[in-house]
C-alpha cells in the first residue's frame, strides 16, 4: 500500500519569493509520482510527473519537482512565484492506482 | 471544444434519495474516474473504467454505483444518499489506467 504526507497545509509567500512544497511518500514497491494543481471552484489540472529517468522534472508554469527515491521525496519548487500561483497543490504517487495527499494551499502575496 | 463537463455543478437533496452525477468526456479517453473530495482527506478513488462496461472499485466504492455504456459517458448514481455522502465530487479522464490527466469542475453535493 501507498500514503502520501503532505506536511504544510498552508504556504504563504511575497510575490517573486521562491517556494517549496514538500511531499512524502510510502511505498514497498517502485511508483509513480505526481502533482497537481487545484485553482479555486476548478477541478485539478496536472503539473508534472515523474515515472521514470531524470530525478528532475520539469512541469507547466515554471514549476518543476525532484525525486529523492532515498529520501522517499518528491518536493515542488518554483524559483519566483506570482500571484496567479495562489491554488492547492496535490501530491499523488502510485502505480495500479493513485492515491493523493491531502493538499498544501499556497496564498501569495504582493 | 474538448473537455469534461460535470452535470449539476450543484445539487441539494435529503437522505435516503437516489441522485445521479453526470460526467461526459469528449476526449475519446479509455480511461475514467470519480473522485470524492473531502476537507483533509485530499481525494479518494471512489470507482474508475477502463472501456465502456469495463468499471471496477476504487478505494471507497459503498453506497455508489457506477456504468459506462458509452466512452464517453460516466454517470455516478448514490442509490439512496447519506449525510456522510456530502462532498465534492469530481470526474476525469485519461490515457494511462492510473493517471487522470483532466478532471472537470466538480459537483457540490449536499445531502441534508
Known amino acids: 500500500a501507498q500514503s502520501v504526507t503532505q506536511l504544510d497545509s498552508q504556504v504563504p509567500v511575497f510575490e517573486e519569493a521562491p517556494v517549496e512544497l514538500r511531499c512524502n511518500y510510502s511505498?514497498?514497491?517502485?511508483?509513480?509520482l505526481f502533482w497537481y494543481v487545484q485553482y479555486p471552484n476548478q477541478g485539478l489540472q496536472l503539473l508534472l510527473k515523474?515515472?521514470?529517468?531524470?530525478?528532475l522534472v520539469k512541469g507547466i508554469n515554471g514549476f518543476e519537482a525532484e525525486f529523492n527515491k532515498s529520501q522517499t521525496s518528491f518536493h515542488l519548487r518554483k524559483p519566483s512565484v506570482h500571484i496567479s500561483d495562489t491554488a492547492e497543490y496535490f501530491c499523488?504517487?502510485?502505480?495500479?492506482?493513485?492515491?493523493f495527499g491531502t493538499g498544501t494551499r499556497l496564498l501569495v502575496s504582493p | 471544444d474538448a473537455g469534461i463537463t460535470q452535470s449539476p455543478r450543484y445539487k441539494i437533496t435529503e437522505t435516503g434519495r437516489q441522485v445521479t452525477l453526470m460526467c461526459h468526456q469528449t476526449?475519446?479517453?479509455?480511461?475514467m474516474f470519480w473522485y470524492r473530495q473531502d476537507l483533509g482527506h485530499g481525494l479518494r478513488l471512489i470507482y474508475y473504467?477502463?472501456?465502456?462496461?469495463?468499471?471496477d472499485k476504487g478505494e471507497v466504492p459503498d453506497g455508489y454505483v457506477v456504468s459506462r455504456s458509452k466512452t464517453e459517458n460516466f454517470p455516478l448514481t448514490l442509490e439512496s444518499a447519506t449525510r456522510s455522502q456530502t462532498s465534492v465530487y469530481f470526474c476525469?479522464?485519461?490515457?494511462?489506467?492510473?493517471?487522470?490527466?483532466?478532471f472537470g469542475d466538480g459537483t457540490r453535493l449536499s445531502i441534508l
Open positions: 476526449w475519446s479517453h479509455s480511461y
Open positions: 499523488a504517487v502510485g502505480f495500479q492506482k493513485l492515491v
Open positions: 515523474y515515472l521514470s529517468g531524470s530525478t
Open positions: 473504467s477502463a472501456a465502456a462496461d469495463i468499471t
Open positions: 476525469a479522464s485519461g490515457t494511462v489506467s492510473n493517471q487522470p490527466q483532466h
Open positions: 511505498s514497498s514497491v517502485s511508483v509513480y
